[in-house]
C-alpha cells in the first residue's frame, strides 16, 4: 500500500471533493504512481490524510469501483484492478535496461483464465500427480485422454468418433503441432495446401516448416470460397465453425460443397475447430468431420477453452490417417506429453470440464456485448458471427490499420492488425482492420479498455479514410 498519494484538493473549486480524489487516483494510475494490483489506503486513513470526511473518500471509492479501476478483497483490503486508458505519462524505457510499460492484450485467440475454477483447476493437476510415472509414453495419447476427448466430442460438439466408429481419436501437442504431423506424414516436400486468407499464420509456418507449399483461398461472408481453391491442391485447411479472423460461420450449403469438392478431387479437409465451443447465439452446425469423415481430419485443441498450459489437443481421423500419423511418431520419437492429457482426462472425470464450458460461455458472452456496445456508440463496424473470443473492426486501408495499433499502444493496448494474418502482404485488396479480443484481460480490465480501444479505432478511421488501401 502506498504511504503518499499525489492527491491536492482545491476546497474553492466548484467541483464536488469526492470528484477531486475520485480524479486524482485516476491520474495517479494514469502516471505510473499506482500500478495494476497495489493497494490503496483504506477509506479512513485517506480521509485523515486529506482532511475530508470519510464519506467523501468512500464516494470516490464507490465511483472507482463502478468504473472498473478499483476492486475490494474480503478482510484485504481495496486494490486497483485496471490499467490507465489514458496515454502514458512514464516510459521505464528510459532506464536504460529495455524495459516497457505492460500493455492490456486485446489480441484475438486468448482463452478466458478467468472462467477456469482454480479449486478444480489444482484438484485435477493434484490427481494427475498421483497417477503413477509412465515408463513409455502412448503414442496415441493416454487412455483416459482419448477416452474423455471422445465424449466431450459427443456431447458439445456433436461428433461421434472413437470407439464403434469408422475413425480414430488421436492425442496431439496443440492444432498447430497436428498440422505439421499431417504435413510430415501425408504429404511430401513441394506438395501444396490451400488456406484461409486472411488465416491462421502458426498452420501457416507448420506446413512451410514442412516443405509445403500453402496456397491462398479467399474469404466471405461464409468462410473460404470453395470456388476459388486452386487445381493442385493436396489438401484445404478451414476453420468452418468460426473463420479465423474474420470470424464467419460457414453455412450448411458451403459445407456441402466443400466436402463434394474434396471428394471429387481427391483432397483431405483439415478441419480446424479451435473454438468450437463458444457460441452464444444458436446451436453450433454439424461439424464438417460429422458430414465426411473420409475426407475430413477433425482438429481440435485445449488452448482456447482452457489454456495453453495444457498443451494437448486432438486430432480424429479416418483409422489409414491415424497409422500415418502414429507411424509418424514412431519414427521421429515424438509424441504429445501425458501431464497436460491427464489433467484434462481428471478435469472431465469429475464433471470439472463441462461445468467449466458453461462457466466460459456465461462470462465471454458478456464480454462480447460490452466490446460490441462501446464499437457500436462510435460509429464502427462490428464484423464476426456472435461467438468465439474476438470481433473484427474493418477499416478504410492499411494506413488507418498502422495507425490503430500505434494509437493504442499510446494508451497502454496491445491491437493486433488484420494484415499480419494475411499469407502475401503484397496481395492487391486484401482486409485491413483490427481483430479485437475479449478475453485476455480481466472484465475490470475490459471495461476501460474496451472504450479505449473504440476511441482507437474510431479516430484511425477518421484520420486516414477511404482510398488509401494500398498505401505503403
Known amino acids: 500500500m502506498l504511504d503518499e498519494l499525489p492527491i491536492v484538493l482545491d476546497r474553492t473549486a466548484a467541483e464536488p471533493l469526492a470528484v477531486q480524489v475520485a480524479g486524482a487516483l485516476r491520474a495517479a494510475a494514469t502516471g505510473g504512481v499506482l500500478r495494476r494490483g497495489e493497494r490503496l489506503p483504506s477509506t479512513r486513513t485517506l480521509a485523515e490524510r486529506l482532511g475530508v470526511s470519510r464519506s467523501v473518500v468512500a464516494a470516490a471509492y464507490d465511483q472507482l469501483h463502478a468504473e472498473g479501476w478499483i476492486a475490494g478483497r474480503h478482510g484485504s483490503g481495496t486494490y486497483l484492478t485496471a490499467a490507465p486508458a489514458g496515454a502514458p505519462q512514464h516510459h521505464p524505457a528510459a532506464r536504460g535496461d529495455g524495459a516497457r510499460p505492460a500493455l492490456l492484450d486485446l489480441g484475438p485467440g486468448a482463452p478466458c483464465v478467468d472462467a477456469i475454477d482454480r479449486a478444480a483447476w489444482r484438484r485435477a493437476w493434484r490427481a494427475a500427480a498421483d497417477r503413477t510415472p509412465v515408463v ?43 498440422v505439421g504431423e499431417l504435413a510430415a506424414a501425408l504429404l511430401r516436400p513441394g506438395d501444396a495446401v490451400a488456406v484461409e486468407d486472411p488465416g491462421y499464420q502458426r498452420a501457416v509456418g507448420a506446413f512451410r516448416a514442412a516443405g509445403i507449399r500453402v ?120 509424441t504429445p506429453a501425458p501431464a497436460g492429457q491427464l489433467v484434462l482426462a481428471e478435469l ?22 460490452l466490446v460490441v456496445a462501446a464499437l457500436r456508440e462510435r460509429g464502427l463496424e462490428v464484423l464476426g458471427d456472435d461467438a468465439g473470443s474476438h470481433v473484427v473492426v474493418p477499416l478504410p486501408g492499411q494506413a488507418a490499420e498502422r495507425a490503430a495499433v500505434r494509437f493504442g499502444r499510446l494508451a497502454g493496448l496491445e491491437l493486433d492488425s488484420l494484415t499480419r494474418h494475411h499469407l502475401d502482404a503484397d496481395v492487391p485488396r486484401r482486409r485491413f482492420g483490427i481483430p479485437l479480443g475479449y478475453t485476455a484481460t480481466s472484465h475490470a480490465e475490459l471495461r476501460v479498455a474496451a472504450n479505449a480501444a473504440a476511441d482507437c479505432l474510431a479516430r484511425a478511421r477518421e484520420e486516414h479514410p477511404a482510398g488509401d488501401a494500398n498505401s505503403p
Not at 466431450?152 to 468418433?161: C, D, E, F, K
Not at 485445449?302 to 481421423?317: D, E, H, M
Request: aromatic content about 4%; proline content about 8%.
Open 136 to 178: 513409455r509414453k502412448e503414442r496415441g495419447g493416454e487412455p483416459a485422454y482419448v477416452a474423455a476427448v471422445a465424449e466431450h466430442l459427443l456431447r458439445h460438439r456433436g461428433l461421434r468418433a472413437g470407439h464403434d466408429t469408422d475413425t480414430v481419436v488421436l492425442a496431439t501437442a496443440g492444432t498447430s503441432a497436428a
Open 215 to 334: 496456397e491462398p483461398v479467399p474469404v466471405d461472408e461464409a468462410g473460404l470460397r470453395v470456388d476459388r481453391i486452386p487445381p493442385d491442391v493436396r489438401a484445404v485447411y478451414c476453420t468452418p465453425a468460426h473463420q479465423f479472423p474474420m470470424g464467419a460461420r460457414m453455412p450448411a450449403a458451403r459445407r456441402v460443397a466443400l466436402v463434394e469438392h474434396a471428394r471429387r478431387h481427391g483432397l483431405l479437409v483439415l478441419e480446424d475447430d479451435y473454438d468450437g465451443e463458444l457460441r452464444y447465439d444458436t446451436a453450433p452446425l454439424p461439424l464438417l468431420a460429422a458430414l465426411a469423415p473420409d475426407v475430413v481430419v477433425h482438429l481440435g485443441t485445449t488452448s482456447k477453452i482452457l489454456s495453453p498450459t495444457l498443451g494437448v489437443g486432438w486430432l480424429v481421423a479416418a483409422p489409414g490417417i491415424a497409422r500415418a500419423v502414429l507411424d509418424h511418431r514412431e519414427r521421429t520419437g515424438t
Open 348 to 369: 472431465a472425470r469429475h464433471g470439472d470440464l463441462a461445468r467449466h464450458l458453461r462457466r466460459l460461455r456465461r462470462l465471454v458472452a458478456p464480454r462480447r456485448e
